[in-house]
């Protein structure tokens, strides 16, 4: 195979030489060219290495069915892995290296392992590193596994777009099906996309010497022309990689080496599939070697590329072949008929000749076709069946999809005429059955228990031995054979693979082809980095958090912000260490008061005349006897009668009630409320306005909480615990909730949260210091406050926290009521909220175990040092903690024992005298 | 305990300029929530999708039984039995971006499956992730979006990066 650049022909751009390097040697090509084409034409064999065996691997493919010729591919700053040489195009300065081989694809010092491949059989190391132990194998063969190296000079500004797009008629393949119904779709006035994945549509209409009486090249402008001109979009380089739910198709769009594609996500009213067909390869010895490659690749090489790959060719085709290209380019060209016999390539590093019983023939390449196979992969996404032809030993598309219909030879309609009035017949949007067709091959499939070491997937080197092997032990169905051999795994995905795989399994059972079946098409068709999924969700869109109208107040205060329940929101304040800073803060709020940013609490409002009864049954706790201006604590349970949340509930008026639940369960809340707003209850007589983010909510804590307040002109009256007063600070709209958190006497001022800022400046400048949420979570705990999700899990029944009354007395009926009463509800050693104190000066780690006899009984929620009590303080879900407070427990972390008693949550102010002073 | 404060950019400005897009922050007076069974009926002429909303008081359908008045008088927040409307005052609720120039709806497209060619009754659509209201106000090629302020410098920033694209 000498590689030779005619002087005219093809597609691409004489006049543009292009420079690159391949395994540190320098050649040329032009643009228009792929990697793969330019190396063919400069004349190298070997372009790779196969993934087991290191074998010589040399072109198969002319575009995504070739899994031979893979490559790391820098130019510039740019090094992508893995890249595919037959679709990556040629750029000026390329540098290309194979993957898998080294120093070079041609001189692989790992080539030796072909010499042992008689015990590297399919499932050899399943069986072989089982004792002692898998692991101590592993690392190794991880490291043996894989192709291409990432780069460790990593692109940050390397980011994919993503769009989203309709049309009513989305055409997936340029070639002269796709052309042709994209044209008769557009001209009835439809909004038409057609996408191709070439940069010059055309698909293999190039190979033709006539199309409707016109040189290829100038159909194939003339149709361009013709449905641009009636307005359709022609989006190249463009694969239409997937389909997914509601009809959503995958697009990753080119721009360019080295710049993450875009991502198009099209929804199209119907999708015309003409993606045209694959040559599947023969199965023969030496049918793996460098030289011997696709019939249609040898062509469009020719008629795209300008290259002819050898001047002595073997054609062996079960589907017919015009060799007058070939001839006329200089070839001398010999047809092999594989129902003459078995063949087999004559082979050195790469293929010299071909043998069929006697006859011996040297040649240069071997073009090889076992017929067309469809490209169904779209159709499977989107949920079509296949049928198996006998005629045309492959299978189709059978029956009908709503929105998708194939056309052409991705529809086994291999005839141009016919698949011309086919595609405009679909791009017309007219019923048609798949028209009949002269096409006709003679099965040529694996024979099994043949001589010679026979390529299943040139990717992976599986022999049909290998299937053999599988087949024998029991791994017969083809989802098995798959996993077990990894026929048809990584970029080949089984384009080349899979039919010659399920065509050997069929052999070697008896069985037919279309028993067997097929294994499952998933997304996406071609490989796509990874890059294509994320584009922008990254950084800090890739998991942005809720922001408070308060935080550049907080900034300026030096504040530590970080995420608490999905908003950024400050954990502490100042400069020092954060322990130190926390402690302080709480000591302040003890001490003096405390101001808290409270902004994200819930302030769902729930309101009309069927509110009450609504929110009687939706928290456990008795709502419809709380009265107007009052609070009340409690909780809103699964329909398991697990602790949902927790919060308190304020009545403004006879129909009209804030639910104040946690700050990272508004979302989830909201959504809790509607849902049982809408499933029986009367939707008509209740409405639920999340108006959370409309108010802001600051906190002052602490004992000198009433006189701060009224520093700060807040009119908060003389308003007790648990009570609610409406007034208005500044001309502005004020809600004033004396409600506790921390256990000393606080007031929830909510207030429009543009004016957040200006009431914040106020409360500061009456005395109000600034306290961060850790020492909120600290203080909280010091009385025994729970935080849902954090001192509860998710078996957590009300009665584990102390709370049993409704759950015994309330008549009405709520949420999770008949749950409460189960044998699970009521089983002993249910785990219990419970205080640890032990006589250590660091806390316990939170999530350690409580212990008996080894096995654990519950474990530590929260625990922190407490400065109020200047000791560690702790809560814990422990089993029948509520009847065992006193007792002396271990607690068991990581191999470190500690000694602990269980007391009672409450560790400061048992009383409650601070809370009401 | 740990202190992300660098990690997360201090929310500014959500104005830009980019080929083809303008983004604007739009101050309104006031933002009225209202839900009520029949509140389709009373403001008949709620902008959904891809309604141009014209002058500055009009309404936006949310959902089959609420509406945003935008610009509208001052109500008292809770149920109004007279009317079997529930009213909240969601003025500082939502920001409001203005978005015009001819690659507009090809950014907000980055963003969600926005296709004008099919309409939808209510103005309520989920963009970059975020539950918004969006319509058309003046003419076809300028869009308001009603973002929940707290969500706004995520918004942005990733509609800012959508047209940097």
Known sequence: MSGTRLASGGVIDRSQPLTFRFDGRSYTGFAGDTLASALMASGVRVLGRSFKYHRPRGLWGAWSDDANAIMNVSLGASELPNCPASMTYLEDGMTARAVNAWPSAGFDVKGGLDALHRWLGAGFYYKTFMWPDWHLFEPSIRKMAGLGHVSVNVSEDDVAAHQHAFCDVLVVGGGAAGLAAARAAAELGHDVCLVDDQRVPGGGVYQMQQVEGQAPADWIAEERASLEAAGARVLSETTAFGVYDHGLIGLAQSRGFGAAPRLIRMRAGRVILAAGALDRPLTFPGNDRPGVMALNTGAELLARYGTLVGQTLAIVSARGCDVQPFEAAGARVSRFDPKEGQIAARQGRHVTGLVQGTRFEPFDAVFVSGGWTPLVHLWRHAGGKLQWCDQRQAFLPDGQLTQMRAVGAANGTFDLPAALDEARAAGRGDAGARPATAYHVDPSWPAPRSKGRQWIDFQHDVTLKDVEVAARENYVSVEHLKRYTTLGMASDQGKTSNMAGLAAMAAIQGRPIPEVGTTTFRPPFVPVPLELYRGHHREQLWHPLKRLPLEPVHRDLGAALGEYGGWLRPGWYGAGTPAERVADEVRTARQGAGLFDGSPLGKIEVMGPGAEAFLNFVYYNTMRTLAPGRLRYGFMLTEAGIVFDDGVLARLGQDHFIVSCSSSHVDAVRTHLEAWRQDGNDPDSIFVHDATQAWATVTVTGPEAPAILRAAGVDAGDLAHMNLHETEWQDTPMRIARVSFSGDASFELSIRASRAAALWSALRNAGATPIGIEAMSIMRAEKGFIIIGKDTDGQTMPHDLGFTFPRTKKTAAFIGDRSLHTDVARAPGRKQLVGLAHGGDAPLPTGAHVVTDGASEGYVTSSYFSPTLDRPIALALVANGASRIGEAVTVWHLGTQYAATITMPCAFDPEGGRIHA | ?165
């Not at chain 2, 309104?28 to 209202?34: E, G, I, K, N």
């Not at chain 2, 980055?110 to 939808?120: I, V």
């Not at chain 2, 209510?122 to 929940?148: C, K, M, N, Q, W």
Request: net charge negative; hydrophobic share 45%; glycine share 8%.
């Open chain 2, 1 to 165: 305990m740990r202190d992300d404060s660098a990690r997360w950019h201090p929310p500014g400005s959500s104005a830009f300029d980019a080929p083809g897009v303008s983004v604007r922050e739009v101050s309104l007076a006031r933002q009225t929530m209202v839900s009520g069974t029949m509140v389709l009926s009373t403001y008949s002429l709620a902008i959904g999708w891809p309604d141009v909303a014209l002058g500055e008081a009009y309404a936006l359908c949310m959902r089959r039984d609420r509406v945003l008045l935008v610009n509208a008088g001052a109500r008292r927040d809770g149920f109004d039995p007279d009317t079997s409307e529930a009213v909240s005052d969601m003025t500082d609720g939502f920001a409001v971006l203005a978005l015009s120039g001819p690659r507009a709806l090809e950014c907000l497209q980055a963003g969600a499956a926005l296709d004008p060619a099919q309409p939808s009754r209510s103005a309520f659509r989920r963009v970059f992730g975020t539950d918004v209201l969006l319509y058309r106000h003046g003419d076809e090629s300028t869009f308001r979006i009603h973002v929940p302020r707290a969500d706004l410098a995520a918004f942005a920033a990733a509609l800012h990066a959508a047209a940097k694209d």
